[in-house]
T-cell receptor
Framework: EPEVTQTPSHQVTQMGQEVILRCVPI?????FYWYRQILGQKVEFLVS????????KSEIFDDQFSVERPDGSNFTLKIRSTKLEDSAMYFC???????????????FGPGTRLLVL | GENVEQHPSTLSVQEGDSAVIKCTYS??????FPWYKQELGKRPQLIID?????GEKKDQRIAVTLNKTAKHFSLHITETQPEDSAVYFC??????????FGTGTKLQVIP
């Protein structure tokens, strides 16, 4: 069964450094998402991406964040200047286009645990 | 925006008993309600979902009910087993938009 994959599984960085988190969505999916989960808390939406542009973003997704689909398979999340509070598990998700107006199922990757020191 | 409330935050049941987790949502436009199971340090795994054109869905020991009028939905796990122990998240979404998660229920099944 195809799965969403993410690299790296863990990332440790110094405050102020840039990090790029990588995701390979399921191949026939058209909708891509990033979520984050601070330890012990709920999963929070960051951004959704469709047709090579951001379709929705949360208030968390400020100017320090950007997303890109540089080729036909990868979907990346860049944090330009990391802060301590960016430490969290970051999940990528993808969904295929449903045949009707009802929401498609989103499938989550294994996550990247980011630790900012 | 959507707001999803989930109760209880923790739930302990004896093996073989049933577990029920309840959620409410605020946005009447939401039409998709997935439930995720998350084991420690792992990704959220979709276990069941329901769309607004149905009121109930069952998959073996797991069932979900949806009351659109009252804007609440529930997860029912019957004949619980120790491997059901995890954090369960309800969520709501509408029309290709973000999934808004509840705050999670830590379920412990006591052997």
């Amino acid at each position: 069964e195809p799965e969403v994959t993410q690299t790296p599984s863990h990332q440790v960085t110094q405050m102020g450094q840039e990090v790029i988190l990588r995701c390979v969505p399921i191949s026939n999916h058209l909708y891509f998402y990033w979520y984050r989960q601070i330890l012990g808390q709920k999963v929070e939406f960051l951004v959704s991406f469709y047709n090579n542009e951001i379709s929705e973003k949360s208030e968390i997704f400020d100017d320090q964040f950007s997303v890109e689909r540089p080729d036909g398979s990868n979907f990346t999340l860049k944090i330009r200047s990391t802060k301590l509070e960016d430490s969290a598990m970051y999940f990528c998700a993808s969904g295929e286009k449903a045949p009707d107006w009802i929401q498609e199922t989103q499938y989550f990757g294994p996550g990247t645990r980011l630790l900012v020191l | 925006g959507e707001n999803v409330e989930q109760h209880p935050s923790t739930l302990s049941v004896q093996e073989g008993d049933s577990a029920v987790i309840k959620c409410t949502y605020s946005d009447s436009a939401s039409n998709y309600f997935p439930w995720y199971k998350q084991e420690l340090g792992k990704r959220p795994q979709l276990i069941i979902d329901i769309r607004s054109n149905v009121g109930e869905k069952k998959d073996q020991r797991i069932a979900v009910t949806l009351n659109k009028t009252a804007k609440h939905f529930s997860l029912h796990i019957t004949e619980t087993q120790p491997e059901d122990s995890a954090v369960y998240f309800c969520a709501a979404a509408g029309g290709y938009q973000k999934v808004t998660f509840g705050t999670g229920t830590k379920l412990q099944v006591i052997p």
